[in-house]
């Protein structure tokens, strides 16, 4: 009888134990999860921007998924951009007519996610003279806090 009680009383702690370690586990994924819907909601918001006839609510639907102190860095187009830098340049690039539905896809090819970051390598997809035609590879760092896009740091 007393070793029937042991036997049972290590297999319910063998269960907790197992049950706590796909616990932890579901954490660290469902955050990996997480970081991967942002990322890929940023893409899919600029790639509707990028279009004909999008709006300001476009851009104001891309910058509610950065975090108020967010900052680009882009150090062969001028370098670091605060929120309010990029904001504007969206909008005057929109009311140029910048975004004229040339940009076709935003292609990731490759991604690593860590804890708070993605490093992503990606090539715009265009339409030239009624042509599909890939861009280069480019390198682009996303970081996060809270599940928001703190920083991005463009290495192309």
């Given at each position: 009888m007393?070793?029937?009680?042991?036997?049972?009383?290590?297999?319910?702690?063998f269960?907790?134990?197992?049950?706590?370690?796909?616990?932890?586990?579901?954490?660290?994924?469902?955050?990996?999860?997480?970081?991967?819907?942002v990322?890929?909601?940023y893409?899919e918001?600029?790639?509707?921007?990028?279009?004909?006839?999008?709006?300001?609510?476009?851009?104001?639907?891309?910058?509610?998924?950065?975090?108020?102190?967010?900052?680009?860095v882009?150090?062969?187009?001028?370098g670091?951009?605060?929120?309010?830098?990029?904001?504007?340049?969206?909008?005057?690039?929109q009311?140029?007519?910048?975004?004229?539905?040339?940009?076709?896809d935003i292609?990731?090819?490759?991604?690593?996610?860590?804890?708070?970051?993605?490093?992503?390598?990606?090539r715009?997809?265009?339409?030239v003279?009624?042509?599909?035609?890939?861009?280069?590879?480019?390198?682009?760092?996303?970081?996060?806090?809270?599940?928001?896009?703190?920083k991005?740091?463009?290495?192309?």
């Amino acid at each position: 009888m007393m070793k029937k009680t042991v036997t049972n009383l290590l297999s319910i702690l063998f269960i907790f134990f197992l049950i706590g370690k796909i616990n932890a586990q579901e954490i660290k994924m469902t955050h990996k999860d997480s970081l991967n819907v942002v990322l890929e909601k940023y893409y899919e918001l600029n790639l509707k921007v990028f279009q004909s006839g999008s709006n300001i609510d476009d851009i104001d639907n891309i910058f509610s998924l950065f975090t108020e102190e967010f900052i680009y860095v882009h150090p062969k187009y001028g370098g670091v951009y605060t929120r309010e830098n990029l904001y504007t340049g969206y909008k005057r690039n929109q009311e140029k007519g910048s975004y004229n539905g040339k940009v076709i896809d935003i292609q990731i090819i490759n991604k690593i996610v860590g804890l708070n970051a993605i490093a992503v390598n990606k090539r715009f997809i265009k339409k030239v003279n009624d042509k599909t035609v890939e861009g280069e590879i480019n390198m682009t760092l996303i970081e996060f806090r809270k599940g928001r896009i703190s920083k991005i740091f463009e290495y192309w």
